[in-house]
């Protein structure tokens, strides 16, 4: 299968501690890579990096075989990489729906603007853009919100909400960072479901989960980070009855 994202020999430095050290791993077209290990392993330092929100101190990044080296942050979404985050970041005082179509900005014509776009078809331009944010917010269960504060919703539906603002980017690759931390058993399959979805009409997903039985039931693949290295890589099975992956997660 064709590869996607290829992260080679990735270090990142914080002063003097290496939070990352020489990373090697693919993302292939139409799998969900999951990316594992216990707490402070790095793998958000990793996605950080593959998002462009933190250089790295070594390494490189390819997305479709092109180095992501001198790209801006803000050009991400555009190329087809977009993320969620550990923590939310969710705007409290807007609706459902703006907060969706925060996640647009980067697929706006900014230059028709500037060439003097007439009202109407800009009218036009952000009627489809709603009828778009419409869809995923509708994908992801949140229809009947929409026009809602996103600060009157529950932490399960905001974390839902963050997954339509990455969506209606349409990205290649959708970055995911501990999305079902803090959602209960019925939230969570059911999100599984949804990222199963995602992946079988053609985003890649590489995933940063510790529900093992998320990552056991949807995960094509595994890469297990312990200490900024990497220790494993396998199918869930393999990685399942990997004696160092094991150790790992009992501290050993
Ligand atoms: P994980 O997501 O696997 O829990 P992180 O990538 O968040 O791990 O962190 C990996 C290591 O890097 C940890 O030791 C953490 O303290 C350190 N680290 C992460 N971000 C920073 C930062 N901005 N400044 C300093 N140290 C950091
Ligand atoms: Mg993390």
Redesign the pocket.
Known sequence: MTTLLDVHKLS?D??G?R??NQVDFQVREGEILA?I????????????MVSGV?PPSEGEIRFSSQPLTRVQGYEYAGLGITRTF?NLQTFDDMTVLENVMVGMHTKTSASLFSCGMNLAKSRKEEKLMQEQAQTWIANVGLAEVASSLAGSLPYGKLRLMEIARAMVAKPRLLLL??PAAGLNHTETAEMSRMFCEIRDNGTAILL?EHDMDMIMTIADRIVV?D??SKIAEGTPREIQENPRVIAAYLGA
């Open positions: 990142r914080f002063g501690v939070a990352v990316l290990g216990p707490n402070g392993a790095g793998k958000s330092t990793v996605l950080n933190i550990q960072d501990e940063v980070l200490q900024g």
